[in-house]
């Protein structure tokens, strides 16, 4: 079993910023990659930021500039830190992670999610 817990969300207002942690837990050999989404309300989820294990990142066009991914593989921990806030970045943004098991197997984990909300 493996856990995906995010933390660092909150109320800002627009232009400030806030760093999101998401850190794995559980039994696994390795972690591939790992990415952000996020879910406004009424909205479908959508895709923020990934990372691959070379390090490799991918951005949305809509926080392209604004917004930077890192990991920590040591801490099984990925980062998302979010400049130049907009109210349009308000979601509950889930981390998720392609874990591999000891037999070789890989499956996609999901945290459960930490609310960002950038409002006056």
């Known amino acids: 079993q493996v856990q995906l817990v995010e933390s660092g969300g909150g109320l800002v207002q627009p232009g400030e910023s806030l760093r999101l942690s998401c850190a794995a837990s559980?039994?696994?050999?390795?972690?591939?990659?790992m990415g952000w989404y996020r879910q406004a309300p009424g909205k479908q989820r959508e895709l923020v930021s990934t990372?691959?294990?070379?390090?490799?990142?991918t951005y949305a066009d809509s926080v392209k500039g604004r917004f930077t991914i890192s990991r920590d593989n040591a801490k099984n921990t990925v980062y998302l830190q979010m400049n130049s806030l907009k109210p349009d970045d308000t979601a509950v943004y889930h981390c998720?992670?392609?874990?591999?098991?000891?037999?070789?197997?890989?499956?996609?984990?999901w945290g459960q999610g930490t609310q960002v909300t950038v409002s006056l």
């Open positions: 998720n992670a392609n874990v591999q098991n000891w037999s070789g197997s890989q499956t996609i984990w």
């Open positions: 559980g039994s696994f050999s390795r972690i591939g990659t």
């Open positions: 990372i691959n294990g070379d390090g490799f990142k």
